[in-house]
Nanobody, 117 residues
C-alpha cells in the first residue's frame, strides 16, 4: 500500500507561481512513474506532467515551458513548479504514483489551484 499526501495549492493571480508537492509513504517502487493530473469543473481529468524512474519528464502541450516536474528520490516526493499561471490552469490537481508499465496506481487527495484576479 502507498499513501500520497499533497500540499501547496491555493489562490494566485494570473502570471503568478505555485509549487505543489506530493509525498509517498508505504511501498516504494524501483521502477515507477510519478504523474500530476488535473480536473477542472465539467472536464475530464487530464495528465499535466509525468516523470519516470529513468528521469524522463513529459508535459502536456498546454503547460510546456511553464511547469516543471521534479522529484526527491531520498524523500520519495514529487513536486510541480507552476509558473506564469493562467485562469485556465484552475483545477483540482492530483498526484499519481504507479509501477512503470502499469495503469492505475495510487492517487493523492487532490489540491485546489485557483488562478484568478
Amino acid at each position: 500500500q502507498v499513501q500520497l499526501v499533497e500540499s501547496g495549492g491555493g489562490l494566485v493571480q494570473p502570471g503568478g507561481s505555485l509549487r505543489l508537492s506530493c509525498a509517498a509513504s508505504g511501498s516504494i517502487f524501483r521502477l515507477y512513474v510519478w504523474g500530476w493530473y488535473r480536473q477542472a469543473p465539467g472536464k475530464q481529468r487530464e495528465l499535466v506532467a509525468a516523470l519516470t524512474s529513468g528521469g524522463t519528464p513529459n508535459y502536456a502541450d498546454s503547460v510546456k515551458g511553464r511547469f516543471t516536474i521534479s522529484r526527491d528520490t531520498a524523500k520519495n516526493t514529487v513536486s510541480l513548479q507552476m509558473n506564469t499561471l493562467r485562469p485556465e490552469d484552475t483545477a483540482v490537481y492530483y498526484c499519481n504514483y504507479r509501477v512503470l508499465g502499469t495503469t492505475g496506481g495510487y492517487w493523492g487527495q487532490g489540491t485546489q489551484v485557483t488562478v484568478s484576479s
